[in-house]
């Protein structure tokens, strides 16, 4: 059946079975894809059905349809018009892994991080109540998602206002670890209460058409009946008490309920909920029995006995942060470590079997984290916030007004920090050096190798005395030959010289040394001298590295994986230049824009960061050298 549908129009031609053989084809067409590209599989498994009724009852191409979280898109991508182009899936130049406005007219809006198809969802609905637009506005959200508090916020608005947004609850009591909290048992609590929600489309039913020779007193009793039963089997419901109809729950994986469930909603002029209980992985049983890992795998093929072979991470800065984690909690029992929904993806899994009782998984709730982390540091614990760039971004106010003004002793462990493979502008971690720098108060460090993290993660728990990042990015935990970290005490804002050079100074930052080492062996002859630091804090800098660098003619190349504006780069070209306006300052970092997607090889090449790339700038500041002492001489 999937040959036969190109576009979402094709769907409405075809018979239920015909549908149900669409939703089998689209499974296959899934698992043979995402095992070539690598990608979010048991989310999309999950919404098979659930796409297709949607797409079968309303026009995407008017209708605004919003995925929250972009991730359980892929279905939505198929049924418009881009299966053809999965091969290209998460890659540089293909097929987006969320939604993308760009790449179809079906995307309404990009969609990366979990918890705003509410409020985006909310403000299209006002926009198109005022210029009385009838189309409908449906977002597709997780219960995971429900666990971010914008949802409520926006829930808060759609029922002030009355907003006609449809929402689709997606429920499979997953986010990505499986969903904690009570938010999470309250769902569980709707679910069991299926009895109450059939007998109540029955007397709505009946209600709504007003079946003849019923009159008022009858349809008077049949509601009174129907809040008899609902205090009967649900004591109290969240969403109905707020003003907003709550439809379900009903069966995600039945394309006959689905479709006439959303017929019976769709263009209501008032607030629905429609909450559909799916199966994450639904289809193929590797992935229904560990949906976890199946949620984003490697593009790796199918093993013989058709289980997937899921990316391997004992060698990432992840599993190593979790380990080193470990081993200091092990002696130190002050240490809590918390993580917002990333359990497996930020290393803790381990951590979280030896001590359940330090460790807290607050949900998709950033700014919850950040400040539950400041609490527990009043009261004298050592909170480590295991969480990725992108979504630490998400509670930069609790960074500035809580943690800032306190100076409160927390670390920050910061994974994929720097460019971030497969993913795309929604979850490049280039911005963390730039919006810490701006927190008084705040020190930041940049480990250059996996046994230097370490060093400083052990240093920062002993040494906690206001608020610390440790950033590192999503790649293999490598050592440096030529760099023994370990050689080197911590001191709070200086640096390391790993090679001395009387004609350049080449200032790396994290873990970028690796790939300065590879590139000054290809150029170092003729007598020309290198010299290496290793800039270890991206705050404090110490005054004494401005004095240095300050104190000479050598130019000077820093090497930054993160964006310019706000960053170490600009930080010591403008004091460095301040003090000594004959300096020549070059630097390699993220431009101002957003990365797109490819693999962390691919961005660093695009960056220049790579070995290569820094190659071709220190060969052109070799030029400018030679050129500089023919012209003096």
């Not at 549908?5 to 995402?34: H, T």
């Not at 007003?210 to 009159?215: A, E, F």
């Amino acid at each position: 059946m999937l040959e036969q549908v190109n576009l979402p129009g094709d769907i409405k031609k075809l018979s239920l079975s015909e549908l149900n053989q669409l939703a089998a084809d689209i499974r296959d067409f899934l698992i043979s894809s995402v095992t070539k590209t690598g990608g979010h599989l048991s989310p999309n498994l999950g919404v098979v059905e659930l796409t297709i009724a949607l797409h079968y009852v309303f026009d995407a191409s008017h209708d605004d349809i919003i995925w929250d979280v972009g991730h359980q898109s892929y279905v939505h991508k198929i049924l418009t018009g881009r299966k053809n182009l999965f091969d290209t899936l998460r890659k540089r130049g293909g097929l987006k892994g969320y939604p993308w406005p760009q790449e179809s007219l079906y995307d309404p809006v990009h969609t990366g991080h979990s918890s705003t198809s509410l409020s985006i969802a909310s403000g299209m609905a006002k926009s198109k109540q005022l210029g009385r637009i009838s189309t409908n506005t449906i977002a597709v959200i997780g219960d995971g998602s429900f666990t971010g508090g914008l949802a409520y916020e926006a829930l808060n608005t759609i029922a002030h206002d009355n907003l006609p947004v449809i929402v689709i609850l997606n429920d499979n009591g997953m986010c990505i670890s499986r969903n904690v909290g009570g938010i999470a048992k309250y769902f569980m609590k709707l679910q069991s209460s299926r009895s109450y929600f059939h007998l109540k489309r029955i007397l709505e039913a009946i209600m709504l058409h007003k079946i003849p020779l019923v009159g008022k007193p009858v349809v008077s009793l049949l509601y009174r009946i129907k809040e008899s039963i609902k205090s009967f089997f649900l004591k109290k419901n969240f969403f109905e008490d707020m003003g907003i109809s709550y439809y379900g729950p009903i069966d995600g994986h039945d394309i006959k309920v689905l479709i006439e469930t959303f017929r019976e909603v769709k263009d209501i002029s008032k607030p629905i909920i429609v909450h559909v209980v799916t199966k994450k992985g639904k289809g193929f049983k590797p992935s229904e029995d560990n949906p976890v890992h199946y949620h984003g795998i490697s593009p790796i093929s199918l093993n013989g006995d058709s289980s997937i072979p899921i990316e391997k991470e004992e060698k990432s800065y992840s599993f190593f942060f979790g380990k080193i984690l470990c081993k200091l909690a092990q002696k130190d029992p002050s240490i809590i470590a918390i993580t917002a929904a990333m359990k497996s993806g930020t290393g803790l899994k381990e951590f979280s079997e030896k001590f359940p009782d330090r460790f807290i998984d607050v949900g998709i709730a950033e700014q919850h984290a950040v400040d539950f982390a400041f609490g527990l540091s009043l009261k004298g614990k050592k909170p480590v916030v295991a969480i990725y760039s992108t979504f630490l971004q998400r509670g930069f106010d609790q960074l500035i007004h809580d943690i800032g003004i306190a100076r409160a002793k927390v670390l920050f462990c910061i994974d994929r920090a720097g460019l971030v493979p497969a993913d795309g502008e929604t979850h490049q971690g280039i911005f963390d050096i730039s919006y810490l720098r701006l927190v008084p108060g705040f020190t930041i460090m940049l480990p250059a190798c996996r046994s230097e993290m370490e060093i400083m993660i052990e240093y920062a728990i002993n040494n906690l005395n206001g608020p610390v990042a440790i950033r590192y990015p999503k790649d293999e935990a490598t050592e440096i030959q030529e760099y023994r970290a370990g050689k080197y005490p911590i001191v709070i804002g200086e640096w390391v010289t790993v090679k001395k050079g009387k004609d350049l100074i080449i200032v790396s930052t994290g873990t970028l040394l690796k790939e300065a080492i590879k590139a000054i062996k290809s150029v170092e002859k003729n007598n020309f001298q290198i010299e290496v630091l290793n800039l270890r804090f991206a705050k404090p800098i110490s005054y004494n590295i401005i004095e240095y660098l300050s104190g000479d003619d050598r130019p000077i190349l820093i090497l930054e994986e993160g964006i310019f504006v706000g960053g170490v780069s600009e930080y010591i070209a403008l004091e460095v230049l301040r003090r000594n306006r004959r300096k020549k300052v070059e630097y390699i970092v993220i431009p101002e824009e957003y990365p797109s997607t490819g693999s962390r090889k691919e961005l660093l090449e695009q960056y220049g960061l790579d070995a290569t790339g820094i190659e071709r700038k220190i060969k052109n500041l070799i030029k400018w050298i030679s050129d500089s002492r023919l012209s003096a001489g």
